[in-house]
């Protein structure tokens, strides 16, 4: 299923609704940092996806990070909640979503890190001095800059 995201764009479609998602900044013993390519639009973003009937939060970015990345992980704290009206995306099968996503810390505790061919077509561990030159989407930079600032509190934006 493919998808565009509109960041504050006058063109963008109105948004019919919310799914509530979640996104995992993956840190390795090194403090390196987890990022998945997605196939439909060749951007680098943080693993995770949409939460499902009956899971948590915690629960839908732990399977979202396995489904995309291979990678097993425990769930460590809170990095944000992201509700930007200004952040529309828009998917090729019809509905239009503000974003609702929730930005958890987690740790790997076992898997090998690999592409899934369906959603993501690379994966790989970043050194946040690489992450500059990453081709990113605004949000998602926004996203991993407020995890990265060890100064701050979890972002509710």
């Known amino acids: 299923m493919g998808r565009v995201d509109y960041f504050d764009d006058d063109d963008a479609p109105a ?33 995770g996806g949409k939460l499902e009937l009956g899971e948590t939060i915690a629960e839908a970015v732990m399977r979202e990070v396995f489904e995309e990345t291979g990678v097993e ?4 704290g809170l990095g944000g909640i992201y509700t930007d009206p200004g952040h529309v995306i828009a998917y090729d099968d019809g509905p239009v979503l503000q974003e609702f996503v929730v930005c958890l810390y987690a740790r790997p505790v076992a898997g090998v890190a690999r592409a899934d061919g369906k959603e993501t077509s690379e994966v790989r561990w970043f050194e946040p001095g690489e992450l500059a030159g990453l081709d990113l989407h605004p949000v998602m930079r ?6 990265l ?9």
């Open 149 to 157: 600032d060890a100064s701050s509190t979890p972002t509710i934006a």
């Open 73 to 76: 992980v425990v769930v460590t």
């Open 15 to 47: 948004a019919s609704g919310r799914v509530p998602g979640a996104v995992a900044v993956v840190r390795d013993g090194a403090g390196r940092l987890l990022l998945t390519r997605r196939v439909d639009n060749g951007l680098w973003v943080l693993p």
């Open 142 to 147: 926004k996203r991993i800059a407020d995890a």
